[in-house]
């Protein structure tokens, strides 16, 4: 692997390499047995908010024996309008890596491509790779394995976390559903590319939770979308993750959430508070299986 662009670019060996190397670091934190990471220098240039990626990757950069700068992206030249590709060739011929939280995809691909270093995308307009193979984490570390599982994603269906779980789907083959009104299902475009039977989008939110082992949500406006909050808010209003909709679902029935959440938007208070164990446990996951990331790319095979 040379760079975590997103959960399309991957394959399903990819994605249980790092779940593998995941749980390992997650089991050896604090006493890992080599520092893959030992005499680079990683930046990391984000262009939105962050809490959970910022510090996990600053945090996990570090624990693998490397050194990390955070840029904030208007504060270089390229929030003055210097073009990513010269920004990027710069950057390759000092760094040995680099992380980048975007609004454009393209701007990632380009970074990697004119950069030359290994470039993870900490969440573009696309996807969200790191988030999703943290949630893949804690499944597996809760439910066993994905093989055979109902994931049910209820929201904002166009956004990046849903389509990384679509990719995910379609590589590993388990039931995805996403509910979300009609404006917010993911593009006929993008479904049109899926092989996989399993992959449901529906506006049917009782139905797409109805058996399902995981309910999953993300927030209703995404970072960017600020000024249709209203419109969104409206539209969404009803697809929350509440107790009503935790009865639909299996008894034994995940509740993730990837962080920020809106409290009374895309979940309610009490749910959110009965299931903030697994929740807290996939924030903390982005730790784990973000230095699995870290380290592949730093050892390419
Ligand atoms: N889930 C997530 O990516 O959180 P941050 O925006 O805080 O990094
Ligand atoms: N869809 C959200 C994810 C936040 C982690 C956003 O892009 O703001």
């Known amino acids: 692997m040379k760079h975590l662009?997103?959960?399309?670019?991957?394959?399903?060996?990819?994605?249980?390499?790092?779940?593998?190397?995941?749980?390992?670091?997650?089991q050896t934190r604090g006493r890992h047995a080599s520092h893959p990471l030992r005499h680079q220098c990683w930046a990391m240039i984000f262009s939105k908010s962050s809490t959970r990626t910022r510090v996990s990757f600053e945090v996990g950069i570090r624990?693998?024996?490397?050194?990390?700068?955070?840029?904030?992206?208007?504060e270089i030249q390229l929030g003055r309008g210097e073009p990513i590709k010269d920004t990027a060739r710069v950057m390759g011929r000092m760094l040995h890596g680099a992380v980048i939280r975007t609004f454009a995809q393209d701007d990632v691909d380009q970074f990697a491509h004119y950069s030359g270093i290994p470039t993870i995308n900490a969440l573009t307009d696309a996807e969200h790779p790191c988030q999703i193979l943290a949630d893949l984490q804690t499944i597996t570390e809760r439910l066993g394995s994905l093989e055979n599982k109902v994931v049910t994603f209820v929201g904002d269906g166009a956004c990046n976390v849903p389509i990384s779980w679509i990719w995910a789907a379609e590589h590993l083959g388990f039931e995805l559903r996403i509910?979300?009104?009609?404006?917010?299902?993911?593009?006929?475009?993008?479904?049109?590319?899926?092989?996989?039977?399993?992959?449901?989008?529906?506006?049917?939110?009782?139905?797409?939770?109805?058996?399902?082992?995981?309910?999953?949500?993300?927030v209703w406006v995404s970072m960017g979308k600020e000024d249709e909050a209203a419109y969104r808010i409206a539209q969404l209003g009803n697809y929350q993750i509440n107790s009503p909709l935790v009865a639909a679902a299996r008894p034994e029935a995940l509740v993730m959430h990837c962080l920020p959440a809106y409290r009374g938007k895309e979940i309610s208070n009490e749910t959110f508070e009965a299931h903030a164990d697994t929740i807290f446990?996939?924030?903390?996951?982005?730790?784990?299986?973000?230095?699995?990331?870290?380290?592949?790319?730093?050892?390419?095979?």
């Open 281 to 301: 446990t996939q924030a903390e996951n982005r730790l784990h299986a973000q230095k699995a990331v870290l380290s592949l790319l730093a050892t390419p095979a």
């Open 179 to 218: 509910a979300a009104p009609k404006p917010f299902q993911p593009a006929p475009e993008l479904m049109a590319r899926m092989r996989s039977r399993k992959i449901h989008v529906t506006d049917d939110l009782l139905a797409a939770a109805d058996g399902a082992h995981v309910l999953y949500t993300d």
């Open 63 to 74: 624990e693998l024996g490397g050194d990390v700068m955070f840029l904030s992206a208007s």
């Open 5 to 26: 662009l997103s959960i399309e670019s991957l394959s399903a060996d990819g994605i249980h390499q790092i779940l593998a190397l995941a749980a390992e670091m997650k």
